[in-house]
């Protein structure tokens, strides 16, 4: 059974200060038992992070086309356990964004959360997550892999990665601070030529990402886990981008040496 020693450890074996800023990607399945289960973990980050912040992503993508509206109150998160407990706790400051919302805590959660005024696509800058370059934030990744590491989204949107956004807009509503239904026209993430995300595909930055000392690694229970570091991660995948010359992530497919080394 995993308790808060040990994710305290797993904390301070990547150098994480107490007034850090991280956002947390989890598998609670690959970790493995875990004192007071999601809750536990979440509590053990949050202690931890006393004096920074923690944001654990809620996103809410699937079925925005069936949904009348996303409310931060109500609409549950479509990607694990950890986020469902987080998006409605107490003490968490849930952004707006209606697909790519994130639950934050923290003394400056509400302010941090309240600079998020652009919902017209998944990861523009000023959202949550993009913005952890400016924070100088890091990303861990419990049990899962760069398939999860939704920050590459954000960077990929920064640099203006060509196919990576869908050019039709589809209208949908999220309720806003005053309870008010606000409809915006969404570019939502989409690939031509492929079914599925590109997301699926992230893992090929992994082994370059590394070499650069953007990513460190450890271990929570049964899981591995990786330590990204928000400013050092997009400063590498902007380097290996500006020597590409084709698309680096369109299939699982190793990214040249020479671009990195």
């Known amino acids: 059974m995993i308790g808060k020693a040990e994710i305290f450890q797993m904390l301070e074996h990547f150098g994480i200060k107490k007034d850090d800023k991280v956002t947390v990607h989890t598998s609670m399945k690959a970790i493995g038992p875990v004192e007071n289960g999601a809750e536990g973990l979440l509590d053990a980050l949050r202690e931890y992070l006393c004096d920074g912040f923690l944001l654990i992503p809620t996103h809410t993508w699937l079925g925005i086309r069936e949904r009348p509206y996303y409310d931060r109150h109500q609409t549950p998160p479509c990607i694990g356990a950890l986020p469902t407990v987080a998006a409605f706790h107490p003490d968490a400051v849930r952004s707006l964004h209606p697909t790519h919302s994130v639950a934050v805590f923290g003394k400056e959660a509400a302010a ?87 997301s699926v595909h992230y893992p090929v930055f992994e082994k370059p990402l590394a070499y650069l000392g953007a990513v460190s690694y450890g271990t929570l229970g049964n899981a591995k886990v990786l330590c990204c570091d928000a400013v050092k991660t997009a400063d590498a995948l902007k380097l290996l981008w500006s020597k590409a010359d084709y698309d680096l992530c369109f299939e699982m497919r190793d990214i040249p040496e020479e671009y990195y080394k």
């Open 112 to 198: 941090y959360v309240a600079k998020e005024k652009t919902f017209t696509s998944g990861t523009p800058a000023d959202n949550c997550l993009s913005r952890l370059y400016q924070e100088h934030g890091k990303i861990l990744l419990l049990g899962v892999g760069f398939e999860s590491n939704t920050y590459i989204h954000a960077v990929e949107e920064a640099l203006n990665i060509p196919n990576r956004m869908n050019p039709e807009t589809v209208c949908i509503g999220m309720l806003d601070e005053a309870g008010q239904v606000k409809m915006v026209d969404f570019h939502g993430h989409r690939t031509e030529g492929l079914p599925y995300s590109i």
